[in-house]
T-cell receptor, first 111, second 114 residues
């Protein structure tokens, strides 16, 4: 059975800290890995990763994929209170199978 | 380009009733997926429609059903509502191309069953 595990489940940091969120997966026929940020409503798309070792970056957020060790990390530098959210990781597998989501990491950034 | 829209945004029903939720995907997207999200459970996949056909189905009882129209709009129906059906129902659209697929989510419909 395809599985995506995120860690930690929750995290509390102070503004200005750097955080690393983890996503490991065990799936057959991996295609790509997606990161989403979910605040109070719908998840919003952050990154799509398909190749190992190539960092995707958007402002203070960056992410990288390791297809050999089957994991991805999402880094957030100089965290702000607006970064408080649940961060979801999902894996796309080939064939007509649905995305496999992890349970998410709840990040709380306190001033 | 308009994003994914879902209606209604909030809904309160009582046990035993039925409900229909609607989702309009991003223009040009042919795939619509539905998810149920409850506290502590994460996103649970309900089903996916592509070109008016159900392409995938999650592990939900038959009370949960859906359909997709020729304009790619999709509806989800839940019959004989139970208290445990209270959740945020999210719809996501994508091109349907499995190689470059990225799903974009709508704002969700929050269903409360009393």
């Amino acid at each position: 059975e395809d599985k995506v595990v995120q860690s930690p489940l929750s995290l509390v940091v102070h503004e200005g800290d750097t955080v690393t969120l983890n996503c490991s997966y065990e799936v057959t026929n991996f295609r790509s890995l997606l990161w989403y940020k979910q605040e109070k409503k719908a998840p919003t798309f952050l990154f799509m990763l398909t190749s190992s070792g190539i960092e995707k970056k958007s402002g203070r957020l960056s992410s990288i994929l390791d297809k050999k060790e089957l994991f991805s990390i999402l880094n957030i530098t100089a965290t702000q209170t607006g970064d408080s959210a649940v961060y979801l990781c999902a894996v796309v597998v080939s064939g007509n199978t649905p995305l496999v989501f992890g349970k998410g990491t709840r990040l709380s950034v306190i001033a | 380009k308009a994003g994914v829209t879902q209606t209604p945004r909030y809904l309160i029903k009582t046990r035993g009733q039925q409900v229909t939720l609607s989702c309009s995907p991003i223009s040009g997207h042919r795939s619509v997926s539905w998810y149920q999200q409850t506290p502590g459970q994460g996103l649970q996949f309900l089903f996916e429609y592509f070109s008016e056909t159900q392409r995938n189905k999650g592990n939900f009882p038959g009370r949960f059903s859906g359909r997709q129209f020729s304009n790619s709009r999709s509806e989800m129906n839940v019959s004989t509502l139970e208290l445990g059906d209270s959740a945020l129902y999210l719809c996501a659209s994508s091109s349907g191309d499995r190689v470059t697929d990225t799903q974009y989510f709508g704002p969700g419909t929050r269903l409360t069953v009393l």
